[in-house]
Structure formats: structure tokens, C-alpha cells
């Protein structure tokens, strides 16, 4: 089992929920407002982010460097289907510009369904 963390923009977040759920990925958790940022520079595109009310590009228009406000969702899969559920956050998260997001794949030594005390990979189904 593996951990699949994503920080997406917070406008990706309902469509990202229908590709995941599309391709069999239909539980997932999300954490409300996180904040981070990468190491990247502002440029026009930030001004152009803004003038359209884009709360991330709004929060990028200071000179001291700003927390953007992103989704973190994270998802327990099997080992043989974190390539697709990586390559499915990509695919509808990907726009070639900086603050598309990150994904990390962590390993899960185990999982316990609380309501009947199930272990291991058959809680995941």
C-alpha cells in the first residue's frame, strides 16, 4: 500500500475529485485550506491571475514572499495503481505553469478498518 499526497490548486479540487473517482480512486481525504510555497518568481501571469481574482496569484503580489493558499488530498492505494492514480493527478492538474502542485508517494506499513478490525489491503476495497 502506498500514500499518495497531492497539493493541487484550490480550483482544481472538484475536478480532480471526478477524474480521480472516474479512473476507481473514489475515497479520498481532504484537508481544507492549506498554505505553502515553491521556490519559483512572480511573473505576468501572476498579474493577469489577479486581475481575475485568482486568491493565489492575489497572494503573490507582495514583495515579502506569501503562503499560497492550495488543497492537500491524500488517498491510500494499492501498490499496482499508483501509477494511474499519479498519472490521473497530473493529468487534471497540470497547467505548465509554477503552483500546479507537488505529488508524493509514501509507503503504508498497514491500515485497520475500524468498524470491523480488518487489516491490511482488503481495507482499502
Avoid: C, W
Amino acid at each position: 500500500m502506498k500514500e499518495v499526497m497531492a497539493v493541487i490548486r484550490i480550483n482544481k479540487v472538484n475536478e480532480t475529485k471526478r477524474a480521480l473517482a472516474g479512473a476507481g480512486f473514489p475515497s479520498l481525504t481532504a484537508t481544507g485550506r492549506v498554505l505553502g510555497r515553491g521556490k519559483g518568481t512572480v511573473d505576468f501571469r501572476i498579474m493577469q491571475g489577479a486581475a481575475e481574482g485568482y486568491e493565489e496569484a492575489i497572494a503573490k503580489l507582495s514583495d515579502a514572499p506569501q503562503l499560497v493558499p492550495k488543497r492537500l488530498l491524500t488517498m491510500i492505494v494499492h501498490d499496482d495503481k499508483v501509477d494511474l492514480a499519479v498519472k490521473t493527478l497530473i493529468k487534471v492538474n497540470q497547467t505548465g505553469n509554477s503552483g500546479d502542485g507537488k505529488i508524493f508517494v509514501l509507503p503504508v506499513n498497514d491500515s485497520y478498518r475500524v468498524r470491523t478490525g480488518e487489516r491490511g489491503g482488503v481495507t482499502l476495497d
